[in-house]
């Protein structure tokens, strides 16, 4: 029975040709000092944040409102749980 290409147990064909040259140290990165990295780095950031679609005060208003109902009702349920389960377990042990 022979192994899937590109398994983990046998190497692709192309694999075992490529092993003559020599692999690249780092590539892009190692050229770069720590400083330009990290300038790179808070620039792609700034770069997604410009791509987000923000939401608009009545939307954030009103996804807010529907969060803070959420959380008090999730609050009410488990009081209510826990404050069942406290007198049944008193009535149970004593």
Known sequence: ??????????PDAQDEL????KPRKGGKR???????RLA???RQIIAELRKVV???RNQLTSYTTVV???VVIMIGLVTVIDYG???A??????
């Open 1 to 10: 029975m022979t192994d899937a290409v590109g398994s983990i147990d046998t």
């Open 18 to 21: 490529s092993d003559d040259k």
């Open 30 to 36: 190692a050229k770069k000092g720590p400083l330009k």
């Open 40 to 42: 790179t780095f808070y």
């Open 54 to 56: 923000w939401p608009s």
């Open 68 to 70: 803070i109902v959420f």
């Open 85 to 87: 389960l406290n007198h």
């Open 89 to 94: 377990a008193k009535y149970v042990f004593g």
